[in-house]
C-alpha cells in the first residue's frame, strides 16, 4: 500500500502572520513556520496505517516555498518514509482550486516516478491560514477518487477498501470506500506523536524531491495567482473592539427596567 499525506507549513501564530497589501496573500518567506495543526492528525495517522498493514509506504507532499522542506523532514521524522516538495514562483499565490489541481499532479508524478501507484491519500480537515477544507476535496475530484472528510476514525483498510467513520453534527457515519480513495481527519482520530531521536536523523539524512510546474507537467492556466478563480479583495485587521454599556440594578428586575430604558433610549425598541 502506498499512502501520500498532503501537508501545509502555515504560521505558527497569527502574530506573526504578514499580509502582502498588493496581493492579499501570506507573506510565507518572512513568517514563523510549522506544519498546519491538522496536518499533523494527517501524518499521524498515514504511520499508524504502516504499523497495521506491513509493506506500506507513506509519502509526504507539500507545496510552498523553500523553507517548507522543513516541514517535510518533519514528517519524515515521525515515520514518512520519504518527502516530495513544490516548489516554484509559479504556485505562489495559489488559491484553494489552484492548490488541490497542483497537488494532484504532484500525486500524479509520485506515482510514476516511484512506480507505486498511491492507494490512498490523508488531507488534515483544513488548515489555520485558510480554514476553508477545500483542498482534500478538490484533489479527489481532479483525481476522481470517492473522498470522505470529517474522519474521526479508520475503523478497517486492506488494499482494496476503507472503511471510517465519518463525524457528523447529529452522530456519527459509517462509510465503505473502495480504494484508492481520499479521506480528511480531524483531531479527534489520534494523538500525533514526538520524533524520535532516530526518527530526526533519518529526516537529516533523508532525500527530498523538489519539483517545479514544468516538472510536474502543471498547466499554467490552472496553478498560482493568475490560475485561481477566487481572489483575496482585501485583507486587514478587524478594529479593536469598544468597550459596552454596564447595565447596573440592584436586583434583577431593576436590571431589566434599566435595559429596557437603555434600548429605547438607542431607539433599539
Not at 480531524?186 to 526518527?199: D, F, H, Q, Y
Not at 477566487?230 to 447596573?248: D, F, H, L, M
Not at 428586575?253 to 437603555?262: M, S, T, W
Request: charge should be positive.
Amino acid at each position: 500500500m502506498h499512502i501520500v499525506v498532503c501537508i501545509k507549513q502555515t504560521p505558527a501564530s497569527a502574530a506573526n502572520a504578514q499580509i502582502d497589501p498588493k496581493t492579499g496573500t501570506l507573506k510565507r518567506e518572512a513568517m514563523t513556520a510549522e506544519i498546519n495543526p491538522f496536518d499533523n492528525y494527517a501524518v499521524e495517522e498515514a504511520v499508524r496505517i504502516k504499523e497495521r498493514i506491513p509493506g506500506t509506504v507513506v509519502s509526504v507532499i507539500t507545496m510552498g516555498p523553500p523553507q517548507a522542506e522543513e516541514a517535510l523532514r518533519e514528517a519524515i521524522s515521525r515515520g514518512c518514509d520519504q518527502g516530495f516538495h513544490l516548489c516554484d514562483r509559479a504556485f505562489a499565490g495559489a488559491d484553494t482550486w489552484a492548490t488541490s489541481y497542483a497537488l494532484q499532479m504532484g500525486i500524479r508524478k509520485i506515482s510514476t516516478t516511484t512506480g507505486n501507484p498511491v492507494s490512498l491519500i490523508i488531507c488534515g480537515k483544513q488548515t489555520n491560514d485558510g480554514d476553508t477544507g477545500h483542498v482534500g476535496p478538490g484533489i479527489a475530484a481532479w483525481l476522481d477518487m470517492p473522498n470522505v472528510a470529517y474522519v474521526k476514525k479508520v475503523d478497517q483498510i486492506d488494499d482494496k477498501k476503507i472503511v471510517v467513520w465519518r463525524m457528523m453534527e447529529d452522530g456519527t457515519d459509517v462509510i465503505e470506500m473502495p480504494l484508492p480513495a481520499v479521506i480528511a481527519v480531524v483531531k479527534e482520530i489520534n494523538e500525533p506523536r514526538v520524533a524520535s531521536l532516530k526518527g530526526k536523523m533519518n529526516a537529516k539524512k533523508a532525500t527530498v524531491l523538489r519539483w517545479t510546474a514544468v516538472d510536474i507537467e502543471a498547466d499554467k492556466a490552472n496553478i498560482g495567482l493568475s490560475g485561481s478563480p477566487t481572489i483575496v479583495a482585501k485583507s486587514y485587521n478587524p478594529p479593536p473592539r469598544q468597550g459596552g454599556v454596564r447595565i447596573e440594578g440592584k436586583t434583577a428586575e431593576e436590571k431589566a427596567r434599566n435595559l429596557v430604558a437603555k434600548m429605547r433610549e438607542m431607539k433599539v425598541i
